[in-house]
Protein backbone atom coordinates (compact mmCIF):
# COMPACT_ATOMS: atom_id res chain seq x y z
CA UNK A 1 0.00 0.00 0.00
CA UNK A 2 2.72 2.36 -1.35
CA UNK A 3 1.83 5.31 -2.45
CA UNK A 4 1.67 6.47 -5.54
CA UNK A 5 4.63 8.69 -7.24
CA UNK A 6 4.33 12.17 -8.88
CA UNK A 7 6.30 15.23 -8.93
CA UNK A 8 6.21 17.76 -6.11
CA UNK A 9 5.19 20.16 -8.60
CA UNK A 10 4.49 21.70 -12.54
CA UNK A 11 4.15 24.40 -14.11
CA UNK A 12 3.60 26.92 -17.03
CA UNK A 13 2.40 29.64 -18.70
CA UNK A 14 -1.74 30.41 -20.13
CA UNK A 15 -1.66 28.63 -23.40
CA UNK A 16 0.81 26.40 -22.73
CA UNK A 17 0.81 22.36 -21.80
CA UNK A 18 1.36 20.32 -18.40
CA UNK A 19 1.72 16.62 -18.16
CA UNK A 20 2.12 14.95 -14.72
CA UNK A 21 2.82 11.37 -13.70
CA UNK A 22 1.81 8.94 -11.65
CA UNK A 23 4.27 5.95 -11.18
CA UNK A 24 3.10 2.54 -9.07
CA UNK A 25 3.75 -1.09 -10.02
CA UNK A 26 2.14 -3.63 -11.55
CA UNK A 27 -0.07 -4.17 -8.47
CA UNK A 28 -1.97 -1.36 -9.37
CA UNK A 29 -1.80 1.45 -12.39
CA UNK A 30 -0.09 -1.26 -14.41
CA UNK A 31 -2.88 -3.90 -13.46
CA UNK A 32 -5.60 -2.19 -13.75
CA UNK A 33 -6.95 0.55 -16.51
CA UNK A 34 -8.83 2.09 -12.82
CA UNK A 35 -6.43 5.38 -12.65
CA UNK A 36 -8.16 8.20 -11.63
CA UNK A 37 -7.46 11.96 -11.80
CA UNK A 38 -8.48 14.50 -8.68
CA UNK A 39 -8.56 18.48 -8.99
CA UNK A 40 -8.17 19.99 -5.82
CA UNK A 41 -8.63 23.34 -5.02
CA UNK A 42 -7.47 25.01 -1.07
CA UNK A 43 -10.10 24.22 1.44
CA UNK A 44 -12.32 22.29 -0.59
CA UNK A 45 -12.84 18.34 -1.32
CA UNK A 46 -11.25 16.99 -4.60
CA UNK A 47 -13.66 16.47 -7.90
CA UNK A 48 -13.25 13.76 -10.23
CA UNK A 49 -11.66 15.31 -13.45
CA UNK A 50 -10.38 11.42 -15.02
CA UNK A 51 -11.90 7.93 -14.68
CA UNK A 52 -10.65 4.70 -16.13
CA UNK A 53 -7.20 6.55 -17.72
CA UNK A 54 -8.76 8.15 -20.07
CA UNK A 55 -12.44 8.88 -19.87
CA UNK A 56 -14.11 12.28 -18.74
CA UNK A 57 -16.75 13.37 -16.42
CA UNK A 58 -19.71 15.25 -17.96
CA UNK A 59 -18.64 19.08 -17.35
CA UNK A 60 -14.46 18.20 -17.19
CA UNK A 61 -13.15 20.38 -20.24
CA UNK A 62 -11.66 18.31 -23.14
CA UNK A 63 -8.23 20.18 -22.38
CA UNK A 64 -7.77 17.34 -19.37
CA UNK A 65 -6.66 14.25 -21.30
CA UNK A 66 -5.09 10.46 -19.18
CA UNK A 67 -3.10 8.29 -20.52
CA UNK A 68 -1.31 5.66 -19.27
CA UNK A 69 1.87 3.30 -20.53
CA UNK A 70 3.06 0.83 -18.02
CA UNK A 71 3.47 1.51 -14.81
CA UNK A 72 2.87 5.01 -15.29
CA UNK A 73 0.10 6.61 -15.84
CA UNK A 74 -0.25 10.93 -16.85
CA UNK A 75 -2.63 13.61 -16.79
CA UNK A 76 -2.24 16.20 -19.22
CA UNK A 77 -3.76 19.32 -19.70
CA UNK A 78 -3.37 21.42 -22.66
CA UNK A 79 -4.10 25.24 -23.18
CA UNK A 80 -3.25 25.88 -19.45
CA UNK A 81 -5.85 28.94 -17.62
CA UNK A 82 -5.17 30.53 -14.72
CA UNK A 83 -8.23 28.54 -13.39
CA UNK A 84 -6.34 25.40 -13.29
CA UNK A 85 -3.68 26.30 -10.56
CA UNK A 86 -4.30 23.90 -7.87
CA UNK A 87 -3.36 20.30 -6.52
CA UNK A 88 -4.08 17.35 -8.54
CA UNK A 89 -4.23 14.06 -7.14
CA UNK A 90 -4.02 10.41 -8.71
CA UNK A 91 -5.53 7.12 -7.83
CA UNK A 92 -5.61 3.90 -8.51
CA UNK A 93 -7.87 0.61 -7.94
CA UNK A 94 -5.03 -2.31 -6.60
CA UNK A 95 -7.10 -5.15 -6.24
CA UNK A 96 -9.19 -6.78 -3.66
CA UNK A 97 -11.06 -3.90 -2.72
CA UNK A 98 -8.30 -1.61 -2.45
CA UNK A 99 -6.94 1.74 -3.50
CA UNK A 100 -3.73 4.13 -3.60
CA UNK A 101 -3.79 7.41 -4.19
CA UNK A 102 -0.13 9.20 -5.75
CA UNK A 103 1.30 12.17 -3.52
CA UNK A 104 -0.14 15.28 -5.06
CA UNK A 105 0.87 17.77 -7.09
CA UNK A 106 0.87 21.22 -7.22
CA UNK A 107 0.16 22.99 -10.51
CA UNK A 108 1.44 26.78 -10.86
CA UNK A 109 0.16 28.85 -13.84
CA UNK A 110 2.96 31.53 -14.23
CA UNK B 1 -28.36 15.23 -7.12
CA UNK B 2 -25.92 13.58 -5.16
CA UNK B 3 -24.64 15.26 -1.53
CA UNK B 4 -22.34 13.41 0.67
CA UNK B 5 -22.79 15.28 4.44
CA UNK B 6 -20.07 14.49 7.22
CA UNK B 7 -20.59 14.94 10.54
CA UNK B 8 -19.27 13.82 13.52
CA UNK B 9 -15.00 15.40 13.96
CA UNK B 10 -13.84 17.11 16.37
CA UNK B 11 -10.85 17.17 19.33
CA UNK B 12 -9.96 13.75 21.31
CA UNK B 13 -7.58 13.19 23.22
CA UNK B 14 -4.53 10.19 21.95
CA UNK B 15 -6.28 6.87 22.96
CA UNK B 16 -9.67 8.18 22.44
CA UNK B 17 -12.85 7.24 20.20
CA UNK B 18 -14.75 8.97 17.61
CA UNK B 19 -17.76 7.78 15.24
CA UNK B 20 -17.84 10.28 11.63
CA UNK B 21 -21.02 9.85 10.21
CA UNK B 22 -22.18 10.49 6.35
CA UNK B 23 -25.65 11.00 5.23
CA UNK B 24 -25.92 10.37 1.65
CA UNK B 25 -28.86 11.99 -0.92
CA UNK B 26 -29.28 12.00 -4.44
CA UNK B 27 -28.78 8.57 -5.86
CA UNK B 28 -29.38 4.85 -4.70
CA UNK B 29 -27.23 4.20 -1.48
CA UNK B 30 -28.19 1.29 -1.05
CA UNK B 31 -26.69 -0.45 -4.22
CA UNK B 32 -23.08 1.47 -4.37
CA UNK B 33 -19.95 0.69 -2.34
CA UNK B 34 -18.78 3.80 -0.36
CA UNK B 35 -15.26 4.55 1.21
CA UNK B 36 -13.65 7.36 3.41
CA UNK B 37 -10.54 8.98 2.44
CA UNK B 38 -8.56 11.32 4.43
CA UNK B 39 -5.76 14.10 4.22
CA UNK B 40 -3.64 15.61 7.07
CA UNK B 41 -3.21 19.10 7.06
CA UNK B 42 -0.86 20.40 4.41
CA UNK B 43 -0.99 16.43 2.96
CA UNK B 44 -2.09 13.74 0.29
CA UNK B 45 -5.00 11.86 -0.47
CA UNK B 46 -5.12 8.41 2.32
CA UNK B 47 -7.56 5.69 1.30
CA UNK B 48 -9.00 4.85 4.46
CA UNK B 49 -11.55 1.94 4.12
CA UNK B 50 -13.95 0.61 2.00
CA UNK B 51 -17.63 -1.06 2.44
CA UNK B 52 -19.26 -2.81 -0.34
CA UNK B 53 -22.96 -2.05 -0.79
CA UNK B 54 -24.62 -4.61 1.32
CA UNK B 55 -21.85 -4.49 3.99
CA UNK B 56 -20.80 -7.96 2.86
CA UNK B 57 -16.86 -6.69 2.38
CA UNK B 58 -14.62 -4.10 4.18
CA UNK B 59 -11.20 -3.40 3.84
CA UNK B 60 -8.95 -1.05 5.78
CA UNK B 61 -5.77 0.73 4.92
CA UNK B 62 -3.18 -1.22 7.32
CA UNK B 63 -2.31 1.50 9.46
CA UNK B 64 -6.01 1.63 10.95
CA UNK B 65 -6.51 -1.99 10.97
CA UNK B 66 -8.20 -3.03 14.09
CA UNK B 67 -8.39 0.49 15.17
CA UNK B 68 -11.46 1.76 12.47
CA UNK B 69 -14.69 0.22 11.47
CA UNK B 70 -16.52 1.28 9.04
CA UNK B 71 -20.35 0.14 8.46
CA UNK B 72 -23.68 1.46 6.85
CA UNK B 73 -27.38 1.70 7.64
CA UNK B 74 -29.08 1.47 4.15
CA UNK B 75 -32.44 2.23 5.73
CA UNK B 76 -30.92 5.33 6.72
CA UNK B 77 -28.98 6.35 3.28
CA UNK B 78 -25.96 6.72 6.40
CA UNK B 79 -22.39 5.52 6.17
CA UNK B 80 -20.16 5.55 9.57
CA UNK B 81 -16.19 5.39 10.73
CA UNK B 82 -16.23 4.37 14.15
CA UNK B 83 -12.24 5.28 15.07
CA UNK B 84 -10.86 3.71 17.91
CA UNK B 85 -7.19 4.25 19.65
CA UNK B 86 -7.34 7.32 17.73
CA UNK B 87 -3.06 8.73 17.49
CA UNK B 88 -1.79 11.78 16.89
CA UNK B 89 -1.22 10.99 12.90
CA UNK B 90 -4.85 9.93 12.54
CA UNK B 91 -5.39 14.20 12.36
CA UNK B 92 -6.62 14.94 9.25
CA UNK B 93 -10.13 15.89 7.31
CA UNK B 94 -12.06 12.71 6.67
CA UNK B 95 -14.28 12.69 3.38
CA UNK B 96 -17.03 10.40 2.63
CA UNK B 97 -16.65 9.17 -1.09
CA UNK B 98 -19.18 7.57 -3.47
CA UNK B 99 -18.14 5.07 -5.64
CA UNK B 100 -18.55 5.46 -9.49
CA UNK B 101 -21.14 2.53 -10.74
CA UNK B 102 -19.88 -0.32 -12.80
CA UNK B 103 -16.39 0.93 -12.21
CA UNK B 104 -13.80 0.96 -9.40
CA UNK B 105 -13.50 4.56 -9.44
CA UNK B 106 -14.49 7.03 -6.41
CA UNK B 107 -16.82 10.06 -8.07
CA UNK B 108 -18.75 12.05 -5.73
CA UNK B 109 -16.94 13.17 -2.14
CA UNK B 110 -18.05 15.11 0.81
CA UNK B 111 -17.18 18.09 2.10
CA UNK B 112 -15.10 16.34 4.74
CA UNK B 113 -14.98 16.48 8.73
CA UNK B 114 -11.83 17.15 10.75
CA UNK B 115 -10.76 15.11 13.48
CA UNK B 116 -8.14 16.83 15.65
CA UNK B 117 -5.95 14.31 17.71
CA UNK B 118 -4.36 16.10 20.75
CA UNK B 119 -4.04 16.22 24.07
Known amino acids: QSALTQPPSASGSPGQSVTISCTGT?????????VSWFQQFPGKAPKLIIYEVIKRPSGVPDRFSGSKSGNTASLTVSGLQAEDEADYYC??????????FGTGTKVTVL | QVRLVESGGGVVQPGGSLRLSCAAS????????MDWVRQPPGKGLEWVAFIQFDGSDKRYVDSVKGRFTISRDNSNNTLYLQMNDLRAEDTAVYYCVKDQANSWNFDYWGQGALVTVSS
Open chain 1, 26 to 34: SSDVGGYNY
Open chain 2, 26 to 33: GFSFNVRG
Open chain 1, 91 to 100: SSYAGSNNWV
